[in-house]
């Protein structure tokens, strides 16, 4: 008997009617369950601060096009993309993404382009990728641009550290992903943030005026030059969110260490870059100079904070080189680079936001660094030489005659000696218990506080080196003679990040994705029970449920007819 036509236009109703509520609800009530181990479809809460701030529309271009890319670009390739979907979908406003070849870009147009990038730091690399005609060169660019209806900014997203394999680079590059594009959009939002100060008047900064620190930081972050003289009491430099010391050549007052004392227990961010040896690299020809130990005055302070920078130099088989004249050629003369020791490339670095990631960083004449006991105060070494390490006591030969002799080994028997620490906690201060230098109140005098202090053996490690050609002041990091581009600003720039707001953005770094490799052995042993199981195994239960489903029919209907 056939069901009334009302019924069958009653029950559509209520189907269509159930689909029209299902997705009116679904315009309101918006969420997203993650069943990944590491949470991999989730954001950190700092990244969501980020997206609520914005106010407009923003568009990603995903610059990781070429045809054929092999398998692992092509992971991070879509990796990028879910990361945008996944932003998308905790905005507000629309994020949108498409993807764009920077090669697409034609005549003259593109070299400027390409310069823009570069600009942004996102550098080409070359990969192989499958022909007709067997495997060719290509170039990629592998970075994106974030821009709204103003403004602009791009990020580098392949990054990895030296040493790493091919599969560790690409999955550390998706666990960063999260940070890099919610710190392009951060820049779009709130392109400018906190005060920070460089302090001038005992030498620091010598070799480039502070070039380094302001190329690396601007357009987020405000940097002044402070004299310290000028600074009357501590709540002059309360405004300042971090104060750089970078290489002082002069000792500083007892009445600056109180300032500077201070200013960390009032919870302020020190980062304090002093060379424990002087070298003057001018007279190092023919026979050369001796490095010899030098005070700027702040030995004291940053021994009650917990560390202390040793009067020597370390030197490292992983090393860099220095370029010396080797006689002439016709007219021209001949620079010869040489293996430069006192030049560390330093590699091994912290799993921690600052450093995670990270490439090679270059010191130049650096001092090794030990930790003494300061009770209360956490002590993170954030960078480590190589396993062929030496130490030098102050005084130091530095000659380029003993750049022609070859290394002994023996005598870099030392491993992973620490370049640069982070010190955080409860900090005391040097003037408890003492007397406070003249003009200072004994009422607005802190004991003890919470800052923070990051401390590095090498006064030169952010100051930038110079144009071979015309002397100007090269990008930080980058290196005249090997053309070579370290990851110094980058270190830099994660530094600030993390001790303007260690919780903030700069704490997705910490995420890890675990690589999940298959048991090739297994693989090889199981290949054929596992083909029947996806391949044979659904036809058979199609089969079984189809033989079921008639067997019922059959059974049904066979028992009407009788």
Same mark, same amino acid.
């Given at each position: 008997?056939?069901?009334?036509?009302?019924?069958?236009i009653?029950?559509?109703?209520?189907?269509?009617?159930g @689909?029209?509520?299902?997705?009116?609800?679904?315009?309101?009530?918006?969420?997203?369950?993650d069943?990944?181990e590491?949470k991999?479809?989730?954001l950190?809460?700092?990244?969501?601060?980020?997206?609520? %701030?914005l106010?407009?529309?923003?568009?990603v271009d995903i610059?990781?096009?070429?045809?054929?890319?092999?398998?692992?670009?092509r992971?991070?390739?879509?990796s990028?993309?879910?990361t =945008?979907r996944t932003?998308?979908?905790?905005s507000?406003e629309?994020?949108?993404?498409s993807y764009?070849?920077p090669? &697409?870009?034609?005549?003259s147009?593109q070299?400027?382009?390409?310069?823009?990038?570069t600009?942004?730091?996102i550098?080409p690399?070359?990969?192989?990728?499958?022909?007709? $005609?067997?495997q %060719?060169?290509?170039?990629?660019?592998?970075?994106?641009?974030?821009?709204?209806?103003?403004f602009e900014?791009g990020a580098?997203?392949?990054?990895g550290?030296?040493g790493?394999g091919? !599969?560790?680079?690409?999955?550390?590059s998706?666990?960063n992903l999260?940070?890099?594009l919610s710190?392009a959009i951060?820049?779009?939002?709130?392109?400018?943030? &906190?005060?920070?100060?460089?302090?001038?008047?005992h030498?620091?900064?010598?070799e480039? !005026?502070?070039?380094?620190?302001?190329e690396?930081?601007?357009?987020?972050?405000e940097?002044?030059?402070?004299?310290l003289?000028?600074?009357?009491?501590? $709540?002059?430099?309360?405004?300042?969110?971090?104060?750089?010391?970078?290489?002082?050549?002069?000792i500083?007052?007892e009445r600056?260490?109180?300032?500077?004392d201070q200013?960390v227990?009032?919870?302020?961010?020190?980062?304090v870059?002093?060379?424990?040896v002087?070298?003057?690299?001018?007279?190092a020809?023919g026979?050369?100079?001796?490095a010899?130990?030098?005070?700027?005055?702040?030995?004291?302070?940053l021994?009650?904070y917990?560390?202390?920078v040793?009067?020597?130099?370390i030197?490292?088989?992983?090393?860099?080189?220095f370029p010396?004249m080797?006689?002439n050629?016709g007219n021209?003369?001949q620079m010869v680079?040489?293996?430069?020791?006192?030049?560390?490339q330093?590699?091994i670095?912290?799993?921690?936001?600052?450093?995670?990631?990270?490439d090679?960083?270059y010191f130049?004449f650096?001092?090794?660094?030990?930790t003494v006991?300061?009770?209360? =105060?956490?002590?993170?070494p954030?960078?480590?030489?190589?396993?062929?390490?030496?130490?030098?006591?102050a005084p @130091?030969?530095?000659?380029?005659?003993d750049m022609q002799?070859e290394p %002994?080994?023996e005598?870099?028997?030392?491993?992973n000696?620490?370049?640069g620490?982070?010190?955080e906690?409860?900090?005391t201060?040097?003037?408890?218990?003492?007397f406070?230098p003249?003009g200072?109140?004994?009422?607005e005098f802190?004991?003890?506080?919470?800052g923070?202090?990051?401390?590095?053996?090498?006064?030169d490690?952010?100051?930038?080196?110079?144009n071979?050609q015309?002397?100007?002041?090269?990008?930080?990091?980058?290196?005249p003679?090997?053309?070579?581009?370290?990851a110094?600003?980058?270190?830099?720039r994660?530094? @600030?990040?993390y001790?303007?707001?260690?919780?903030?953005?700069?704490?997705?770094r910490?995420?890890?994705?675990?690589?999940?490799?298959?048991?090739?052995v297994?693989?090889?042993?199981?290949?054929?029970?596992? %083909?029947?199981?996806?391949?044979?195994?659904?036809?058979?239960?199609?089969?079984?449920i189809?033989?079921f489903?008639w067997?019922?029919?059959?059974?049904?209907f066979?028992?009407k007819?009788?």
């Amino acid at each position: 008997m056939k069901k009334p036509i009302t019924n069958t236009i009653k029950q559509w109703t209520i189907l269509l009617g159930g @689909v029209v509520v299902f997705v009116i609800l679904a315009q309101f009530l918006r969420f997203r369950i993650d069943l990944t181990e590491e949470k991999r479809y989730s954001l950190h809460p700092a990244t969501e601060e980020v997206l609520s %701030q914005l106010t407009e529309p923003i568009h990603v271009d995903i610059l990781l096009v070429a045809d054929n890319l092999p398998g692992g670009m092509r992971r991070l390739q879509k990796s990028i993309e879910e990361t =945008v979907r996944t932003f998308n979908s905790y905005s507000p406003e629309k994020i949108s993404y498409s993807y764009f070849d920077p090669l &697409s870009v034609e005549g003259s147009e593109q070299e400027a382009f390409i310069g823009t990038l570069t600009q942004y730091g996102i550098n080409p690399t070359n990969v192989y990728v499958s022909q007709n $005609s067997g495997q %060719q060169a290509t170039l990629i660019f592998p970075g994106i641009l974030v821009s709204d209806s103003e403004f602009e900014t791009g990020a580098l997203v392949l990054k990895g550290e030296r040493g790493m394999g091919a !599969d560790e680079i690409l999955n550390q590059s998706i666990e960063n992903l999260e940070f890099e594009l919610s710190n392009a959009i951060k820049k779009l939002v709130s392109p400018e943030e &906190s005060a920070i100060a460089m302090i001038m008047g005992h030498g620091e900064m010598a070799e480039d !005026d502070g070039y380094g620190l302001v190329e690396a930081l601007d357009g987020e972050f405000e940097l002044f030059k402070v004299p310290l003289e000028q600074a009357k009491k501590p $709540s002059d430099l309360a405004n300042f969110k971090i104060i750089f010391i970078e290489g002082p050549r002069e000792i500083y007052t007892e009445r600056e260490i109180y300032l500077l004392d201070q200013y960390v227990m009032n919870g302020g961010n020190l980062v304090v870059m002093i060379d424990g040896v002087a070298v003057d690299i001018a007279q190092a020809g023919g026979e050369g100079t001796f490095a010899m130990p030098v005070d700027s005055g702040l030995e004291n302070l940053l021994f009650k904070y917990g560390i202390r920078v040793n009067k020597d130099l370390i030197q490292d088989l992983n090393f860099g080189y220095f370029p010396v004249m080797a006689g002439n050629f016709g007219n021209q003369d001949q620079m010869v680079p040489l293996p430069w020791p006192f030049y560390i490339q330093a590699g091994i670095m912290q799993d921690h936001p600052i450093t995670k990631g990270l490439d090679v960083v270059y010191f130049r004449f650096a001092s090794s660094l030990d930790t003494v006991m300061a009770e209360g =105060v956490r002590k993170t070494p954030l960078i480590f030489s190589s396993n062929h390490s030496g130490i030098l006591k102050a005084p @130091v030969r530095v000659a380029f005659n003993d750049m022609q002799k070859e290394p %002994q080994e023996e005598n870099f028997s030392l491993k992973n000696l620490p370049m640069g620490y982070l010190l955080e906690g409860n900090f005391t201060s040097l003037f408890k218990n003492r007397f406070l230098p003249e003009g200072f109140s004994k009422e607005e005098f802190k004991d003890s506080g919470s800052g923070k202090v990051v401390v590095f053996g090498d006064g030169d490690v952010f100051q930038s080196q110079r144009n071979l050609q015309d002397g100007s002041p090269l990008a930080l990091g980058e290196d005249p003679f090997s053309q070579v581009t370290y990851a110094n600003k980058l270190l830099l720039r994660n530094m @600030v990040k993390y001790l303007s707001e260690p919780e903030g953005i700069i704490a997705s770094r910490t995420r890890t994705f675990k690589i999940r490799p298959l048991n090739k052995v297994k693989v090889a042993q199981e290949k054929t029970f596992w %083909q029947l199981i996806n391949v044979v195994a659904p036809v058979m239960i199609l089969l079984l449920i189809g033989a079921f489903v008639w067997w019922i029919r059959n059974q049904k209907f066979s028992k009407k007819i009788n």
